[in-house]
C-alpha cells in the first residue's frame, strides 16, 4: 500500500472480530516496523509486550474497558532507567521514544491489511503490576490488533480535518 493511502486511511477501530487470530507473521512485520523506529541517541528503551493468551487479555480486561474484542494487545512500554535526558533536565526521552515505536507499529499494522486503536484509556499502573513488569518499565499505551467485526469502521467524523492555515505557522 502507498504510504499516503496507509495514513489516509488507517483509523482507530472499536469492534474486532474475535474468532479472527493475526497470523505471526504479520505480528512479526508489525514488530519490526517498531524495532525500526528511531529513539534519541539510538537508546531503544522501548519494551514492547505481545498479549494474546486468555489470561494476558484479562489482564487487560481488568484495566480497560476498550479492548474491543481484539485478539491481540500490544503493550508500548520503555525502560525509564535508559533515556536521555534533556537540556534542563526537566524532559526525558522516554514517551516520546515510545510514541515513535507505537506510531510506527500502528502505520505497520494497517499496511498490513491488520486493524489498530491507539488506547490511552487504562490503569498503567494496575497493567504493570498485574504483567509483573520491573519498577523501570513505564507502559506509554496499549494498541488493539485483529481485524474488524462486520459493521465496524471509522468514526463518522474520520475525514474530517482543520487546513493547514489553522494548525501550522510559518515563522
Known amino acids: 500500500m502507498e504510504f499516503r493511502d496507509v495514513v489516509k486511511n488507517r483509523y482507530s477501530c472499536k469492534k474486532y472480530d474475535p474468532s479472527k487470530g493475526v497470523e505471526p507473521e504479520k505480528i512479526e512485520a508489525i514488530l519490526d516496523a517498531g524495532r525500526l523506529a528511531p529513539t ?22 481488568k484495566a480497560t474497558p476498550c479492548r474491543y474484542g481484539a485478539p491481540v494487545v500490544i503493550a508500548v512500554a520503555y ?11 526537566k524532559r526525558d526521552s522516554g514517551t516520546e521514544d515510545a510514541a515513535i515505536v507505537a506510531t510506527h507499529m500502528i502505520l505497520a499494522a494497517a499496511d498490513e491489511g491488520v486493524d ?19 519498577g523501570n518499565e513505564k ?27 489553522e494548525t501550522v505557522t510559518y515563522l
Not at 534519541?40 to 484479562?58: D, F, G, H, T
Not at 489498530?116 to 520491573?134: I, K, R, T, V
Open 40 to 61: 534519541a541517541k539510538n537508546l531503544q528503551e522501548q519494551r514492547i509486550y505481545v498479549l494474546q493468551s486468555p489470561e494476558m487479555l484479562a489482564k487487560v480486561d
Open 139 to 165: 507502559i506509554l499505551m496499549l494498541m488493539d490488533l485483529g481485524y474488524a467485526a462486520e459493521g465496524a469502521g471509522p468514526l463518522p467524523n474520520h475525514g474530517s480535518r482543520k487546513p493547514l492555515s
Open 79 to 89: 525502560d525509564s532507567g535508559n533515556t536521555f535526558t534533556y537540556p534542563g533536565g
Open 116 to 134: 489498530s486503536c491507539w488506547l490511552n484509556f487504562f490503569d498503567p499502573e494496575l497493567l504493570e503490576a498485574d504483567l509483573g513488569l520491573p
